[in-house]
């Protein structure tokens, strides 16, 4: 068994797969296996994959970044679990760097990025909440409020095991995937350590700006996010009490900000179906601020929308 399987899902991302896989194949901890799912490319990126005979190349029609991701789990053999995005790339140490921690048999080992720019210029450098192995429960409170970035599935390792027992998937046709599943699996795990190892490299292209002039795309992101809370709930019916105040409000407040980016109807729809959920109950009173903001949300949310500066 293979200590690390590393899952790439590759959809048309031809210019930057070398870039990728070379730094996977060339890590200085080696016992790991490969697995690239290709995810319906209609680019070259099938020719420039198969110039690396040692990895696991898969194949399969169009189904999203999250069947790709959950095929390839189906295809792991190792200890553990990462997840590589096809245009970004690793330090060649970072599993090296991450092996006295996968030899503590922890669930999830969470490390730190920086991002790149398109002449793979490093930009800043994502530090994170580093802490010693806590449980689950206090590595989402640690992370809730001093990570943006806790619920990204590419910065952690995952013990199979435990992933597998969870039968933990990610949510097919659905954006923020990733937001949908990874603070379920936090919340799940038994033992959960955050490094300071900042070795994975997050391609940022200039297109990304302005991929929110897509309107029709910036709608379905925000509904999704309420089939995400939807689906969350059966998820959590084994956590204790406190778990799952702390997951709705973490959900709730993530669902009331993106009302933000809705034009008038489609921002009255979202509204809708937010006091249809009841998710301004989820909310708790903590301190004179809270108590503002619940009143506000609970007398006109658009109002509170309208004030509140994001």
Same mark, same amino acid.
């Given at each position: 068994m293979p200590k690390i399987s590393v899952i790439v899902p590759v959809y048309n991302t031809e210019k930057y797969i070398e870039k990728c896989l070379d730094s996977i194949?060339?890590?200085?901890?080696?016992?790991?296996?490969?697995?690239?799912?290709?995810?319906?490319s209609t680019d070259?990126?099938?020719?420039?994959?198969?110039?690396?005979?040692?990895?696991?190349?898969y194949k399969k029609e169009n189904g999203g970044l999250s069947d790709a991701r959950n095929y390839g789990v189906s295809k792991a053999t190792g200890e553990y679990i990462a997840f590589v995005d096809s245009d970004d790339y690793l330090d060649i140490n970072l599993f090296a760097e991450l092996e006295p921690y996968m030899n503590q048999e922890i669930d999830l080992i969470k490390f730190q990025f920086q991002k790149v720019d398109e002449n793979y210029q490093k930009l800043e450098t994502n530090r994170g909440q580093a802490f010693d192995t806590v449980t689950g429960k206090e590595a989402f409170e640690n992370l809730y409020c001093r990570d943006?970035?806790?619920?990204?599935?590419?910065?952690? *390792? @995952?013990?199979?095991? %435990?992933? +597998?027992?969870?039968?933990?998937?990610?949510?097919?046709? *659905? @954006?923020?995937?990733? %937001?949908? +599943?990874?603070?379920?699996i936090l919340l799940k795990a038994r033992s959960v350590i955050s490094t300071d190892i900042a070795g994975y490299y997050y391609f940022q292209n200039n297109n990304s700006i302005t991929r929110n002039k897509d309107y029709a795309k910036t709608v379905k992101k925000a509904n999704d996010l309420l089939v995400h809370y939807d689906n969350m709930l059966p998820q959590i019916k084994d956590l204790d009490e406190d778990s799952k105040e702390k997951i709705k409000i973490y959900f709730t407040n993530n669902i009331l900000l993106r009302a933000k980016e809705l034009n008038r109807k489609e921002q009255d729809d979202y509204i809708k179906e937010i006091k249809k959920r009841k998710l301004i109950h989820n909310l708790k009173i903590s301190n004179i601020k809270q108590f503002i903001k619940i009143l506000m949300l609970k007398i006109n949310i658009k109002l509170y929308l309208k004030l509140k500066k994001v």
């Open positions: 194949v060339n890590q200085t901890f080696q016992d790991i296996e490969i697995i690239v799912v290709n995810d319906g070259h990126a099938e020719e420039k994959i198969l110039k690396y005979p040692s990895i696991k190349y943006e970035f806790m619920a990204v599935a590419w910065l952690y *390792l @995952y013990k199979r095991e %435990f992933y +597998l027992q969870n039968h933990f998937q990610f949510a097919k046709g *659905l @954006y923020h995937e990733d %937001f949908g +599943l990874i603070p379920i």
